[in-house]
């Protein structure tokens, strides 16, 4: 009877273990499905516009690109997403980011713009005139805010500088996005970096560069006065964004112990470090990203390449090494002497036009001009300017049509 008894008691608690287990593995598939499915609230969503539309075409015959150290390849004829958002003056800066994206670029390439009004019809203008490009595209959009603290985004660091932060509610049907300012430089093809979403981790939903490699010259560790992240911090000129991961993602913050999507957590932070942030949304990225860490893929500082990097001596390995692959000449540098190195490479390829004979020609005048600057912290280093750039062009330009 006793015997009896024991496994009895021994069937019991076996069901009992499977049951728990049956409820527990119930639960976790709800809130997957709770986080993977649900949409940003109607109050969130209802100020977005689909905003104006044109269309040009794209760039160059496909072919594998090149991958240096990171062995990336991208998926053949997978379309490419580049946003930038141009306010004031910035019109030419912003047609040289693109010209320098459209060079070296080899997979079909989307730009979406985000402009004032009063800029539409000359985007219009220079792009249309590029419609020979059969690999470009291009949308414009207004610059869209959410209606009820439209000038609190608007006032915030730069004008439509924010604009980033809402990419992701506004491109809902964009799976993934490459993000950068107006004053950058592709030194390399944009699949490159594009091919560092095959890199992110399960959890990581989007990438950018460390704001300094030497933490004494670093100004969040030294200065801010809020949550950031890592050491240093992280710098949004360049980012490399998976938006279908950031709106499914419920984040952890310091305003509530519940998680917010991306749509809901955007203002309370805002609310609570207005008064304590100096670079505005690019601060509110470093505390969404402190609170998240492991959220973050960080790419190294040669595919976010600054005056930082060598105002006061080289501190980037990897440019060093293998040269810079984007440059970002923030500060202003491309448009007055401060940093001429920075100033002759935008003006190289400003001036150069998308015809290969054009492209070809211009690194020997480039490296002349960059050896003029060499009295100068960035210009003792000017080779790094033009080491991958002679790589990108050798290799999509010099290369017979059947290689390429």
């Not at 984007?326 to 003006?347: C, M, S, T, W």
């Not at 492209?359 to 080491?387: M, V």
């Amino acid at each position: 009877m006793r015997r009896y008894l024991r496994v009895v008691g021994l069937c019991l608690a076996c069901g009992f273990c499977s049951l728990l287990y049956a409820f527990s593995q119930l639960a976790v598939s709800l809130e997957e499905g709770a986080a993977g499915g649900r949409r940003p609230q109607a109050a969130v969503v209802s100020w977005l516009a689909d905003g104006g539309r044109g269309t040009g075409r794209g760039a160059g015959s496909a072919g594998p690109g090149q991958t240096g150290r990171y062995n990336l390849k991208p998926r053949p004829n997978e379309e490419m997403h580049l946003a930038v958002v141009a306010c004031g003056e910035r019109l030419e800066e912003t047609v040289t980011m693109l010209k320098s994206a459209l060079i070296f670029s080899i997979q079909p390439l989307h730009v979406h713009i985000f402009a004032e009004d009063q800029l539409h019809n000359s985007f219009k203008d220079r792009l249309d005139s590029w419609s020979f490009l059969q690999r470009f595209n291009y949308s414009l959009y207004p610059i869209t805010f959410p209606s009820d603290s439209a000038m609190e985004w608007k006032k915030l660091f730069k004008p439509c500088a924010s604009q980033r932060l809402f990419l992701p509610l506004i491109l809902k049907e964009v799976d993934s996005l490459l993000y950068v300012d107006t004053d950058v430089l592709f030194l390399r093809p944009v699949d490159d970096i594009w091919s560092l979403l095959k890199k992110f981790n399960s959890t990581q939903i989007a990438a950018m560069a460390p704001e300094h490699e030497e933490p004494r010259i670093g100004w969040y560790n030294r200065f801010a006065r809020h949550p950031y992240y890592g050491r240093t911090g992280v710098n949004s000129g360049v980012m490399l964004m998976n938006m279908t991961r950031m709106r499914r993602k419920y984040f952890k913050n310091d305003m509530t112990t519940a998680r917010l999507q991306w749509g809901d957590i955007l203002m309370p932070l805002l609310k609570k470090y207005k008064l304590n942030i100096t670079w505005g949304d690019q601060d509110l990225l470093n505390i969404m990203f402190f609170h998240n860490p492991e959220s973050l893929f960080v790419f190294p500082c040669q595919w976010n390449y600054r005056p930082d990097h060598c105002i006061y001596g080289s501190n980037c390995r990897e440019a060093e090494e293998e040269g810079v692959f984007i440059l970002h000449g923030n500060r202003g540098v491309y448009h007055d002497d401060k940093q001429p190195a920075f100033r002759a490479v935008y003006e190289a390829l400003r001036n150069c036009s998308l015809e290969d004979d054009s492209i070809r020609s211009l690194l020997k005048p480039l490296e002349l001009e960059l050896q003029k600057t060499a009295h100068t912290y960035c210009g003792k280093t000017y080779k790094i300017f033009i080491k991958q750039l002679t790589k990108s062009i050798r290799n999509r330009y010099d290369t017979p049509p059947k290689e390429r």
